[in-house]
């Protein structure tokens, strides 16, 4: 059952399980954003010396 569900009970291995997940796309949505906003930096503010030139 999911958590806005009138029978859900907050136990200890519920607490594991949802802090865990949370944690885990809580790190994912981090490193999601990071490359994003990396790429987009680098796709609008690229120097004019080429593409091979930044490896």
């Given at each position: ?13 519920h607490i594991v399980f949802m802090g865990g997940l949370w944690y ?32």
């Amino acid at each position: 059952m999911f958590w806005f569900s009138f029978e859900w009970v907050w136990d200890m291995g519920h607490i594991v399980f949802m802090g865990g997940l949370w944690y885990a796309l809580g790190i994912l949505g981090i490193g999601m954003s990071y490359v994003i906003i990396k790429s987009v930096k680098e796709t609008f503010y690229e120097d004019s010396t080429g593409h091979g030139d930044n490896h």
